[in-house]
């Protein structure tokens, strides 16, 4: 049997096509290649003031579509059938603008799509549209209570995405304590939801501003410099927007086209106004809003949002929006200003009780103390290096449960405690030392729990060296020799200070060769929650006997950035012994 065609298609469907395209409730006209109108429903031509068959054989490209200078305010230039013909795809958009007869403007939704070409049919395409204003008039005159519902739904929808979006952007200043990280973060979420280039700027001495972060939509389409750059200083006279803004003024809103060349004879001599408009331009701004970060009378800095020609103009709304936006950047700005205070406080704090090394001719000696970067409060680790009677040489490295005032308090009593005891019997050992510091911490409630390691280096009339020490729960001291051999101290070590204060704690002696290194150190250089214990010792082992022969408060420094976990206080002293001559 013949292979059966598809069903004809009938007089009737042929018939019915032209009708719809007559009484079609929506404008309908098609374009050839040219963009010449070759067809149009009385629909289009009614609401666009043409008189039956007026619209057919003119250029749509020049009587429908507005150039950007006829354009009136509130709506966006579209050129749609341009673009369908050149590129043979669909598009649409709901703030578009058609030209009638008379020359006015009519917004318009509207959508077009490529027509069907045969083997040897030129492109061209069709273009379907409604009148917005129509399409709300007769929205209006549906019942109250339906319209009513309609409208306090979208209300409650539009108002929870908004919630959700202003939540994410908290979310994203809070959930990190570095202020610039957390600029990155909003301002990626302000593009484009809110805007097609978001910049902060933020005053870091008087007169002084440095962009702390930016982002545009197409990146690949701007200069980095336009972005990157450092606005210039300003003054007291600058009438430049920006700088109105950073002296306490109000949200500035700016219109171009921007243009460097013909920017106000103020401008010209006002260098931040000059490099302002020079960034709208070369971000191809025609709106731009200057919002101030600002937290009661204190003023951080500046918000600046761009749209381009393709997004309609700022309004009250979305100034509304943009201020509430500020407002958190300012409230998150302070907070991380405060933290950083507190911080830097907490540093200075525990440094000023960590004592001053001794002056030492016979070795080299050096201590690091480095903070957790995380943290605002004062810790629980100390050094300590001090002369004995005699001549010895006293190191001391510990570490006090606890990350707070009390564990700083704790920290200084056990360390002074230990001084004392060290100097009252020179003669013992550091073993023998530790464990009356136990039976201290026994009677006086010193510290809840506490680690240290004490070491004493003695120095022989021939010019040898001894070290003897003793570990209280502590990671071991490291030597590493001359020649690169490193192991750790391991001898000599017992439980925490204060849980056994009867039992006697034992000292190790070794004799130091001639550029040997000591190293006493805190668990935040070899403990972390990326790394186990073990792991940590043989890396510390490495890097140090790789960096032996830098200078010991070089070598301090490098392996607490190296290898130490910034969540945690890191403390080490070192001292070494001279080389042979």
């Known amino acids: 049997m013949p292979e059966e065609g598809p069903a004809p298609r009938g007089k009737a469907v042929d018939d019915l096509l032209p009708a719809l395209f007559e009484h079609a409730a929506a404008g309908m006209y098609a374009v050839d290649g040219e963009g010449l109108v070759i067809a149009c429903n009385p629909w289009a031509e009614r609401v666009l003031g043409y008189q039956p068959g007026g619209l057919i054989g003119l250029d749509a490209h020049l009587v429908l579509h507005p150039v950007r200078g006829d354009m009136p305010s509130g709506l ?11 590129e043979g795809r669909r598009v649409s958009g709901d703030h578009g603008v058609l030209l009638r007869a008379d020359g006015t403007a009519l917004a318009v939704w509207w959508t077009a799509a490529p027509l069907p070409r045969g083997d040897h049919q030129a492109p061209g395409a069709v273009v379907v ?18 319209a009513h519902s309609e409208l306090a739904r979208e209300q409650a929808e539009y108002d929870l995405a908004e919630a959700s979006w202003l939540s994410e952007l908290t979310l994203a200043l809070v959930s990190t304590l570095e202020a610039e990280e957390g600029l990155a973060r909003l301002v990626r979420l302000l593009v484009p939801r809110l805007a097609d280039a978001a910049m902060i700027d933020l005053i870091v001495d ?27 200083g300003y003054g007291e006279s600058s009438t430049a927007a920006l700088a109105q803004v950073l002296r306490g003024g109000p949200t500035q809103q700016l ?13 010209a001599v006002d260098a931040l106004g000059r490099a302002t408009t020079a960034m709208l331009a070369g971000l191809e701004a025609v709106q731009a809003l200057i919002v101030p970060l600002r937290l009661r009378t204190s003023t951080f800095g500046a918000l600046t949002l761009t749209r381009g020609a393709a997004g309609p103009p700022f309004n009250d709304a979305d100034r509304v929006l943009a201020e509430e936006v500020a407002r958190r950047t300012a409230l998150g700005l302070d907070n991380a200003r405060l933290h950083a205070q507190q911080a830097d406080i907490a540093a200075t704090l525990q440094r000023a009780l960590l004592t001053d090394l001794p002056p030492v ?24 290096a001090f002369r004995l009677p005699g001549g010895d040489l006293a190191l001391v490295v510990g570490d006090v449960t606890g990350h707070d005032i009390q564990a700083a308090a704790r920290m200084s009593e056990l360390r002074n405690m230990l001084r004392a005891l060290a100097v009252d019997r020179p003669e013992e050992g550091p073993g023998s030392i530790l464990q009356r510091l136990d039976t ?32 209280a729960g502590h ?19 017992a439980m925490l200070i204060g849980l056994r204060p009867h039992l006697s704690r034992p000292t190790a002696t070794i004799e130091l060769p001639p550029g040997a290194t000591v190293l006493l150190y805190t668990d935040g250089l070899i403990e972390s929650r990326t790394q186990d214990m073990d792991t940590g010792m ?8 790789a960096q032996r022969a830098e200078p010991l408060d070089r070598l301090c420094v490098g392996l607490a950035r190296t290898l130490g976990d910034t969540r945690d206080d890191i403390t080490l002293i070192a001292a070494r012994i001279p080389p042979s001559s």
């Open 76 to 86: 966006s230039a579209q050129q749609p059938v341009q673009s369908v013909v050149a």
């Open 129 to 146: 549209f409604h009148d917005t204003h129509a399409e709300r008039a007769r929205s209006e005159r549906r019942s109250d209570r339906y």
């Open 206 to 232: 008087r007169g002084r501003v440095r962009r702390t972060a930016w982002s545009h939509h197409d990146p690949d389409q701007v200069p980095a410099a336009v972005l990157e750059a450092d606005p210039p």
């Open 255 to 267: 219109t171009g086209p921007f243009d460097p060349q013909d920017a106000p004879p103020t401008a």
């Open 361 to 384: 001719e016979t070795l080299e000696l050096a201590a690091h103390y480095q903070p957790a970067e995380r943290t605002a409060e004062v810790g629980g680790d100390w050094y300590d």
């Open 440 to 471: 201290a911490q026994a009677h006086l409630q010193l510290a809840d729990s506490a680690t240290a390691v004490l070491a004493r280096l003695h120095a022989r009339e021939d010019g040898t060296w001894r070290l003897s020490w003793s570990t």
């Open 475 to 493: 990671p071991p001291p490291l030597l590493v020799t001359e020649d690169g051999t490193a192991r750790y101290l391991t001898e000599a070590h």
């Open 538 to 545: 043989t890396r510390l082992r490495q890097h140090t006997a």
